[in-house]
T-cell receptor, first 114, second 109 residues
Framework: KAGVTQTPRYLIKTRGQQVTLSCSPI?????VSWYQQTPGQGLQFLFE???????NKGNFPGRFSGRQFSNSRSEMNVSTLELGDSALYLC?????????????FGPGTRLLVL | GQNIDQPTEMTATEGAIVQINCTYQ??????LFWYQQHAGEAPTFLSY????GLEEKGRFSSFLSRSKGYSYLLLKELQMKDSASYLC??????????FGGGTRVLVKP
């Protein structure tokens, strides 16, 4: 099976702009979770989608949003970008979700906000 | 909430053994994962412990004590390619997967 794919792999934006990241899970996986990874904060959970519904949400401001499509592909959007949003954004898919199944990570999207 | 602690960094010699400890506090514990992450790459799954005891998988073993809120990852016969960060993550009922800060392991020749 093909692994989790994320696009784009690298992105440079300026403050105030918005960005949309995409994630395609492993075939058959219905859960997609998003994480932000920074050197100072480590891996932090953003949200999880399962069958097009947001099932869990982390402690991030409303500027961070996501959605999942019927084919389980997911997108994450960040509006009004801030310098502190510079990070590696990882998505992970699993068959069961809710933290119960093993999560398989994509290669990530590295976002730089100038 | 959940609280997960693991050492920030460890150094070991090629061929040696290193043990990475992870302590956690959580309610409704379901299981504990260990992931390996090389610099600039995505985390890759190493092990999953649900019940108390030792799970062995080649050179890597993971141990869990639910009553003590404690786990460790044991890396044997260290190789240079084992230099990476090792992430402990806990899952609780109905909640997301919460990661510790990661332990950077440096293997020296």
């Amino acid at each position: 099976k093909a692994g989790v794919t994320q696009t784009p792999r690298y992105l440079i934006k300026t403050r105030g702009q918005q960005v949309t990241l995409s994630c395609s899970p492993i075939s058959g996986h219905r859960s997609v979770s998003w994480y932000q990874q920074t050197p100072g904060q480590g891996l932090q959970f953003l949200f999880e989608y399962f069958s097009e519904t947001q099932r869990n949400k982390g402690n991030f401001p409303g500027r961070f949003s996501g959605r999942q499509f019927s084919n389980s592909r997911s997108e994450m959007n960040v509006s009004t970008l801030e310098l502190g949003d510079s990070a590696l954004y990882l998505c992970a898919s699993s068959s069961s979700g809710g933290g119960l199944g093993t999560q398989y990570f994509g290669p990530g999207t590295r976002l730089l906000v100038l | 909430g959940q609280n997960i602690d693991q050492p920030t960094e460890m150094t070991a010699t090629e061929g040696a053994i290193v043990q990475i400890n992870c302590t956690y506090q959580t309610s409704g514990f379901n299981g504990l994962f260990w992931y390996q992450q090389h610099a600039g790459e995505a985390p890759t799954f190493l092990s999953y412990n649900v019940l108390d005891g030792l799970e062995e998988k080649g050179r890597f073993s993971s141990f869990l004590s639910r009553s003590k809120g404690y786990s460790y990852l044991l890396l044997k016969e260290l190789q240079m390619k084992d230099s990476a960060s090792y992430l402990c993550a806990v899952t609780a009922a109905g909640n997301k997967l919460t990661f510790g800060g990661g332990t950077r392991v440096l293997v020296k020749p």
